[in-house]
């Protein structure tokens, strides 16, 4: 099992930056690649950044792109998405997850879900 927090959401103009994190306890936490998604009102959850297990390997959906980074600090059990020219577009509650093994780009390649921490980014 393994429990996993997000923080770092807020309410922020277009063109800022926030960064997100996601406290993971349980089970190792370097055992599982990490992944980050969103949700907006009325919309799929969707892919946004995935990260290996030792960090080697990210990767990125097409929206984010060159605006946002996923990090992790194994020691800390702890996974970032840092977030830059943040965009109305944006605007979503983020959930973090965890994926035994291999990072992956759908909801369903994950085991573990965070509870999520909501983004609003006014124009």
């Known amino acids: 099992q393994v429990q996993l927090v997000e923080s770092g959401g807020g309410l922020v103009q277009a063109g800022a930056s926030l960064r997100l994190s996601c406290a993971a306890s349980g089970r190792a936490f370097s055992t599982y690649a990490m992944g980050w998604f969103r949700q907006a009102p009325g919309k799929e959850r969707e892919f946004v950044a995935a990260?290996?297990?030792?960090?080697?390997?990210?990767y990125y959906s097409d929206s984010v792109k060159g605006r946002f980074t996923i990090s992790r600090d194994n020691a800390k059990n702890t996974v970032y998405l840092q977030m830059n020219s943040l965009a109305p577009e944006d605007t979503a509650v983020y959930y973090c997850?965890?994926?035994?093994?291999?990072?992956?780009?759908?909801?369903?390649?994950?085991?573990?879900w965070g509870q999520g921490t909501q983004v609003t980014v006014s124009s």
């Open positions: 990260i290996s297990r030792r960090g080697i390997n990210t």
């Open positions: 997850a965890a994926a035994a093994w291999n990072p992956a780009t759908t909801p369903g390649g994950y085991d573990y």
